[in-house]
């Protein structure tokens, strides 16, 4: 960087929509991570960032700044391309909890860090969580040696890896500079690359569940991590699937477990089982599992047929010091007090549901959380009975809402009975996959 720059200058150029140099990105990161600048100054470096964008340059910058920040685990101990899903984020999205398995069952290591959920979105590792004596804290020495045994570890993310995403998302949340494309990019792509996967499948949601509400800027969030992800040397393949309305039926931490052993057993939803499978496949594929994706589908099937995807969910769980009876019996899973049924108020086709609202019925009911420190109720949640495009007649059951009391049910309740809308005529489902 040119010498004498002060922060102020820096603001002043991203304010005045001009491109920084790699290595003035690479200062604000540091001086920003280390504390030598104040969050207000970076408060304003972000807000004209979100205003005036950044380019592909600059978001490459930003990214390998912010990897390179903290520890980047080593995985090179471990034989064959390790292998990485993520999901942008949306309403009961379970699939880490299939795929994760179907994949190591296909003998292709999966190494994953994963966050907790917040507001309307699930998280992986409050859903591993709700598995009794399930270990998620663990250290990147164990998360090493666990690859290396069993195939497969899913973890949360060290404090030591990508601090500068940790304290730029905390800063970014209070100021209104999440929705920043280039910005999601960085932060999404740097805590890939530091947990050190060599190929990342990446799910991008869009729909009224999802952070992306429309297709187009979905596709700019799915071109701008797979440009990124390449110039930073890892293999990125981006898949844009629909959020208006939730993945599977159950929302919440142990009912999504549930769901999801019942989808290794082959008995899953339709939908969960179809996303599950592509992005195993997809996966499969970049590991040099298949041949390509008909061949990493039908492998992956089998691997769901023949119960091995299964038993690698039990040893997974073992090895995280969960109980792995509960692949048997669910009923090992936090159960409810109470469950309230949801009924339709008219009779109808249904045309559309709000995945966020329904997101929301379940954190009221105890799921999820408000604020980062609140505590969850790993059984609350709510199943549903119904998707778009079903017939359903006025008192037919839509949901199930399962929380601690009947108070929690009340809001849940509340919320869901406007999360469903009602047509005259017959609507398509929605699809399931929009775009690669
Ligand atoms: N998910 C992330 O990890 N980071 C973002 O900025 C947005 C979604």
Redesign the pocket.
Known sequence: MRPGVTFEQLIAAKRDAREHSAEEVAHIVAAFTSGDIPDYQMAAWLMAAVLNGLSHDETVALTDAMVRSGRIVDLSAIEGVKVDKHS??GVADATTLVVAPLVTACGAPVAKMS?RGLGHTGGTLDKLESIPGMRVELTVEQFVEQVQRVGLAVIAQSPDIDPA?KRM?AL?DVTAT?PSIP??VG??IS?KVASGADAIVLDVKVGSGA?MKTLAEARALASGLERTGEALGKQVHCVITGMDQPLGTAVGNALEVAEAVETLRGHGPADLTEVCLTLAAKMLVLAGRACDEDDGRSRAGQALASGAAVDAFERWVEAQGGDPRVAVDPALLPQSAVTREVRAPRDGWLAATDAESIGRAAMLAGAGRATPDDAIDPAAGLVLDVRIGDRIEKGDRVATVHAATEAHCDPAEAVLSGAFVFAEEPTCPPPLFLEE
């Open positions: 942008t984020g966050g995403d998302y970014r999440v910005l999601i932060s999404i805590k952070f």
